[in-house]
């Protein structure tokens, strides 16, 4: 079983469309999680931090249930600048390494 | 262009052969790792450095491996006796811890290996 699990897709959705990812996790201990997209034959960069108490970021919303060991982000009112891989990620510790999901690939259309 | 640069960043190299790539992390980062990535999969850890101090390896790395940052600056990843299972994107990420800061690792453009 893969410590980090994510739906691969694709996801096809219009523009303007909401789109929801999800992804488990496996170890209990982990302790920073966080959204990461990565372009097409590009590095990935941090789209955002994931904390217990939920957080949002302009059209990008991110939640965290530590007891079910889920996590998921939320795309309102989808562009086509969207279109990525969106790669689910944990840490055990603050400055340890990254664990990631596969990715979840999204293509927005006009 | 003050991010995180890799070098090369395409490498074709023949099977049995050794590679070296190099990774320049974020002036004043302290945290240096390597990643690689194969079509369709995330990014898998390989290994850590904290200063010089190499402090986490990933059962990934065989012995054919090795990875060094001798000043706690640049760091170089050597491949020897490169085998077709090593084709892959080689991710590099820095980060720094700075008080309150998230610890937040940036990634380099990557090293694309194929091995024929």
């Known amino acids: 079983r893969k410590e980090v699990e994510q739906d691969p897709g694709p996801f096809n959705v219009p523009e303007g469309a909401t789109v929801a990812f999800n992804c488990t996790y496996s170890?209990?201990?982990?302790?920073?999680f966080f959204w990461y997209r990565q372009d097409c034959r590009k590095e990935p960069k941090l789209l955002m931090s994931?904390?217990?108490s939920g957080n949002e970021d302009g059209r990008f919303t991110a939640q965290l249930n530590r007891a079910s060991q889920y996590i998921s982000l939320l795309i309102r009112d989808s562009k086509l600048s969207d279109s990525a891989t969106y790669l689910c990620v944990v840490s055990y510790n603050q400055g340890g390494k990254l664990i990631f999901g596969q990715g979840t690939e999204l293509s927005v259309k006009p | 262009d003050t991010g995180v640069s890799q070098d090369p960043r395409h490498k074709i190299t023949k099977r049995g052969q050794n590679v070296t790539f190099r990774c320049d992390p974020i002036s004043e980062h302290n945290r240096l790792y390597w990643y690689r990535q194969t079509l369709g999969q995330g990014p898998e850890f390989l290994t850590y450095f904290q200063n010089e101090a190499q402090l986490e390896k990933s059962r990934l790395l065989s012995d054919r491996f090795s990875a060094e940052r001798p000043k706690g600056s640049f760091s170089t990843l050597e491949i020897q006796r490169t085998e077709q299972g090593d084709s892959a994107m080689y991710l590099c990420?820095?980060?720094?811890?700075?008080?309150?800061?998230?610890?937040?690792?940036?990634f380099g453009p990557g090293t694309r290996l194929t091995v024929l």
């Open positions: 994931v904390y217990s």
């Open positions: 990420a820095s980060s720094g811890h700075r008080d309150w800061l998230i610890d937040t690792q940036y």
């Open positions: 170890n209990s201990a982990s302790q920073s």
